[in-house]
Nanobody
Framework: VMLPESGGGAAQPGESLTLSCSAS????????LSWVRQAPGKALELVSG???????TYYSDSVKGRFTISKDSAGTVVLQMDNLKPEDTAVYYC???????????????????WGQGIQVTVSS
């Protein structure tokens, strides 16, 4: 399953980056279009998600107030990341999840569909 991602790269603290993912294949199903990240040596973290059939959103406490998730009618999911911090450094995965897995998550198929991941590095 293809979930092409774009954006990411390097930024300094306080700057912004935008991640984009095409999830058009899934826009008619009941899923949470999500962004999940994994920092070096740490577990996967569900950063944000938006339901396919509403504007209901979820944000982890670590990004609430700084990141904004959105989707369009074509099934593109965008994560706007503002006021970036060094602790935001991670590989970010676009994921189409069957549920909002806030506590236990892996890239296994039982959780959903996954993109290849894109690096975000925040440093001065």
């Amino acid at each position: 399953v293809m979930l092409p991602e774009s954006g990411g790269g390097a930024a300094q603290p306080g700057e912004s980056l935008t991640l984009s993912c095409s999830a058009s294949t899934f826009k008619r199903g009941n899923y949470y279009l999500s962004w999940v990240r994994q920092a070096p040596g740490k577990a996967l973290e569900l950063v944000s998600g938006i339901y396919t059939h509403s504007d209901d959103t979820y944000y982890s406490d670590s990004v609430k107030g700084r990141f904004t998730i959105s989707k369009d009618s074509a099934g593109t999911v965008v994560l706007q990341m503002d006021n970036l911090k060094p602790e935001d450094t991670a590989v970010y995965y676009c994921a189409v999840l069957f549920d909002l897995y806030k506590n236990k998550l892996s890239r296994a198929p039982e959780y959903g569909y996954w993109g290849q991941g894109i690096q975000v590095t925040v440093s001065s």
